[in-house]
């Protein structure tokens, strides 16, 4: 709703805030990429939905499959 509102930058903050908190919520993510996408800054946005994507995938794997987060190449779904 702040995203409508011209409060962006709030928005994005706000969202920063809670994804520290929850960095595993995909929903979150979402809702990220969505504020980044109605801000017209498509590449971050392309990027956040890109990293919910593998959240869910990571989420469906059997747990012996999952690559561990150390593991993912630096930037890989928020990787160092």
Aim: proline fraction near 6%; charged fraction near 30%; aromatic fraction near 2%.
């Amino acid at each position: 709703a702040l995203a409508r509102t011209g409060r962006g930058s709030r928005a994005v903050e706000a969202i920063e805030r809670a994804m520290l908190l929850r960095p595993e919520s995909v929903a979150l993510r979402r809702r990220y990429a969505d504020t980044l996408s109605l801000l017209g800054r498509s590449a971050e946005a392309e990027r956040n939905y890109r990293i919910a994507l593998e959240m869910i995938e990571r989420a469906k794997a059997p747990a012996a499959l999952r690559v561990p987060q150390v593991l993912l190449p630096a930037g890989a779904a928020g990787g160092p």
